[in-house]
């Protein structure tokens, strides 16, 4: 790799983190101004929502499942095992639902939007498209970021839901507790903060896949290598958006509400 001088790379980042902050404001701000590509949200709310439906259901299942039978080991060194499903619904419901639906996501959408948006500009269809008058970002990127969030909200519901369920799967399969003092403690547990905090993440992980992905998407160069090189660094990127702005969340719901 040619050598790059600190300052040149300082003016790139600055400029990109520019340009992404542009993308992101535009594909905001297009959904209050008409033409508004309605046919395409629905599409891609098919395509990221149903679409992820196996790939959450199984990811929340098993992670309930795991959750459930490791914290069960820990809790009987200190005669708590009935405490089980307080921690599976909070676990679940504040934290591994909300980040592993997000980072299964990340996985599967950012970089089906970076290789798909990569592609046409590559093969010059973006230009095409402006060349006819019609705005790229609203057509292909406003869409994306509507769905991805609309859809991983609820897709985050159903994670915590079959994380639960697994949960008492193994609670009462495996352990022998009663299922109905399980599901009991697991109501119990949670608290309308816990909720908040719970759903106010896939907004924000949303956000990150769909910018992300279509950013390193229509930034793509150097043909099929650089389509390659945008959905590796759309992956990656938006995975670790994804954890710190996480932990940013939590910080700030725990200064909200106590917990």
Request: hydrophobic share 50%; charged share 10%; proline share 3%.
């Amino acid at each position: 790799m040619p050598f790059v001088s600190p300052e040149v790379f300082a003016k790139e980042k600055v400029a990109a983190v520019q340009d992404y902050a542009l993308l992101s404001w535009h594909a905001i701000t297009n959904i209050f101004s008409r033409p508004r590509y309605w046919p395409d949200i629905f599409t891609q709310m098919d395509s990221i929502g149903f679409g992820s439906l196996p790939i959450v259901v199984l990811t929340g299942f098993f992670t309930g499942c795991v959750l459930a039978l490791q914290s069960a080991t820990s809790l009987q060194q200190f005669g708590a095992v009935s405490m089980t499903g307080n921690l599976v619904a909070l676990s679940m419901v504040k934290e591994l639902g909300p980040v592993l639906t997000g980072l299964m996501i990340s996985g599967r959408n950012a970089s089906g939007m970076a290789s798909e948006l990569g592609s046409m500009k590559v093969t010059e269809q973006i230009d095409a498209m402006r060349a006819l008058g019609t705005d790229p970002i609203r057509k292909l990127v406003t869409p994306r970021l509507y769905a991805t969030v609309f859809m991983l909200f609820f897709l985050t519901i159903l994670s915590d839901a079959v994380g639960i369920a697994g949960g008492a799967l193994v609670s009462v399969g495996l352990l022998g507790l009663n299922g109905s003092a399980y599901f009991h403690n697991s109501y119990r547990a949670l608290v309308f903060a816990d909720v908040v905090q719970g759903l106010t993440k896939p907004l924000f992980s949303g956000f990150i896949i769909a910018t992300v992905g279509c950013y390193f998407g229509l930034k793509t160069k150097g043909g099929t290598q650089g389509v390659g090189r945008s959905t590796t660094q759309a992956v990656v990127v938006s995975s670790v958006f994804i954890i710190v702005v996480d932990f940013l969340v939590s910080r700030v719901m725990i200064g909200i509400f106590g917990r």
